[in-house]
């Protein structure tokens, strides 16, 4: 079978490229042609662990917050075709419980974080000449459509980006950048790891056995890979969606339902 190269020779940020749906996405550009990759994640051990081929790619360490590090990375990014604002940390706890301290937590890097790429991602795709100057996707979460109980910050950063990716699609179409977010149900990620009662349940029970219970609350019964999601993120960006902006893509085997 020939590989899809409909990437071939362009140019892509991803954020929280280190792990998970960020890695996976990072990958599959690669596959599909990407000439280069700018990476970005506060882990840089799991940065230099991927192994993408032949593309050139810049590995950026620090977090997604910081303005500091967008104004150091702009110029990396002249002529960019493509970014995943993807990078995120999860949280727990009612609201009448979380304090104010890890309430601006979680939005530091899920929202402010999600703002300052996607800003500096369009900048340098208006720089460009080219009518069709590129495609973002913001990675969201059924959490921001659904309100689940328990996660107060992560829902509601959730729900403020697919609404700011719908904002910049009406604000850039215009200039032929295109804008969409994906809103991913359970996904078997690294993301789980930091929680108490995801801890438990492994300890008791193991990982898999976990995830499997968790995902009792999906129609299909069960969560979705990275590789998966990547895939959807990856249609969205190519030339197979040109015709595709300002939409928010629910991919959750049946959850919101």
Not at 34 to 49: K, M, S, Y
Not at 172 to 201: C, H, L, Y
Not at 220 to 239: K, N, P, Q, T
Request: hydrophobic share 50%; net charge negative; charged share 20%.
């Amino acid at each position: 079978m020939t590989a899809i190269q409909d990437f071939a020779g362009r140019s892509a940020l991803v954020t929280g490229a280190a792990s998970g749906i960020g890695a996976a996405c990072a990958r599959a550009l690669a596959a599909r042609g990407a000439a280069r990759l700018v990476l970005v994640d506060v882990d840089g051990p799991g940065l230099d662990a991927l192994d993408l081929g032949a593309c050139d790619v810049e590995r950026v360490v620090g977090s997604v917050a910081d303005e500091g590090l967008w104004q150091a990375v702009a110029g990396s990014l002249t002529g960019l075709d493509h970014a995943v604002v993807n990078a995120g940390i999860g949280s727990g706890g009612p609201i009448s419980a979380i304090s104010l301290a890890e309430w601006r937590r979680v939005m530091a890097v899920n929202l402010d974080g999600a703002f300052l790429t996607l800003a500096t991602a369009l900048r340098a795709m208006e720089a460009k000449a080219e009518p069709d100057r590129g495609s973002v996707v913001v990675v969201s979460s059924t959490t921001g459509l659904k309100p689940v109980p328990g996660i107060g910050p992560y829902g509601v950063a959730k729900a403020a980006v697919a609404h700011m990716a719908r904002i910049a699609a009406a604000e850039n179409a215009r200039k032929g950048i295109r804008v969409n977010a994906i809103a991913p149900g359970g996904v078997d990620t690294a993301i789980w790891e930091s929680g108490e009662d995801f801890q438990r349940s492994v300890a008791a029970i193991g990982r898999e056995a976990t995830l499997k219970a968790m995902a009792k609350t999906t129609p299909l019964g069960r969560f979705a890979s990275s590789e998966e999601m990547a895939d959807s993120i990856l249609y969205l960006l190519s030339d197979a969606a040109s015709n595709i902006t300002g939409h928010v893509m629910v991919s959750d085997g049946g959850f919101t339902l």
